[in-house]
């Protein structure tokens, strides 16, 4: 049986989202449980130069529908980096969630072969369909899921491998 590109994309975004709202959701037990500001995680940084917890957040999502909508060739929607707290940044990943939900295989499957351009300022990366999905937007997904992780779970959040591979 051969794996699809779809397969490989959409359903485990999806999962891997699922697992850091999750992950946000039990944080914000934590917080209510023991009369933390919800602003205080969504502002956390592990080291002063490194990207807040909320940040690390929406790069994920950022990545997640960036993957999807450039190997299916349509426009990726544009969500403002707003989110002040924990609930904010759950209601994003929702967003986000409901979005890749819209994708069909036959929109995604094919397009290993495919030329994905991914500006970055006035810098621009090329990548062919496969390594962009596998290369790039598969590990940061879990790159910034991990330091999620790991900033909650170093502050306190009882957090165990199970919250962050979820139902596989």
Same mark, same amino acid.
């Given at each position: =049986?051969?794996?699809? *590109? +779809?397969?490989?994309?959409?359903? @485990?975004?999806?999962?891997?989202?699922? !697992? &850091?709202? !999750?992950? &946000?959701?039990?944080? $914000?037990?934590?917080?209510?449980?023991?009369?933390? #500001?919800?602003?205080? +995680?969504?502002? *956390? @940084?592990?080291?002063?130069? =490194?990207?807040?917890?909320? @940040?690390?957040? $929406?790069?994920?999502?950022?990545?997640?529908?960036?993957?999807?909508?450039?190997?299916?060739?349509?426009?990726?929607? !544009?969500?403002?980096?707003?989110?002040?707290?924990?609930?904010?940044? $759950?209601?994003?990943?929702?967003?986000?969630?409901? +979005?890749?939900?819209?994708?069909?295989?036959? $929109?995604?499957?094919?397009?290993?072969?495919?030329?994905?351009?991914?500006? @970055?300022? #006035?810098?621009?990366?090329?990548?062919?369909? =496969?390594?962009?999905?596998?290369?790039?937007?598969?590990? !940061? &997904?879990?790159?910034?899921?991990?330091?999620?992780?790991? =900033? &909650?779970?170093?502050?306190?959040?009882?957090?165990?491998?199970?919250?962050?591979?979820?139902?596989?």
């Amino acid at each position: =049986m051969t794996l699809s *590109m +779809f397969q490989a994309s959409v359903p @485990r975004l999806i999962n891997g989202l699922t !697992n &850091l709202s !999750n992950i &946000l959701g039990k944080a $914000q037990a934590h917080a209510e449980a023991k009369k933390i #500001d919800p602003t205080v +995680f969504a502002s *956390m @940084r592990l080291y002063p130069d =490194m990207f807040p917890l909320s @940040r690390q957040v $929406q790069i994920a999502c950022d990545v997640s529908k960036g993957l999807v909508a450039r190997l299916a060739g349509v426009e990726i929607p !544009n969500h403002e980096d707003t989110e002040k707290d924990l609930k904010d940044l $759950q209601a994003r990943i929702a967003k986000t969630i409901a +979005f890749l939900e819209t994708f069909k295989p036959e $929109q995604i499957d094919g397009t290993e072969d495919k030329d994905i351009v991914v500006k @970055r300022g #006035d810098k621009e990366a090329h990548y062919k369909g =496969m390594q962009y999905l596998l290369g790039h937007g598969l590990p !940061n &997904l879990h790159f910034h899921t991990t330091t999620t992780y790991s =900033m &909650l779970r170093a502050s306190g959040v009882e957090l165990g491998k199970s919250d962050y591979l979820g139902k596989i």
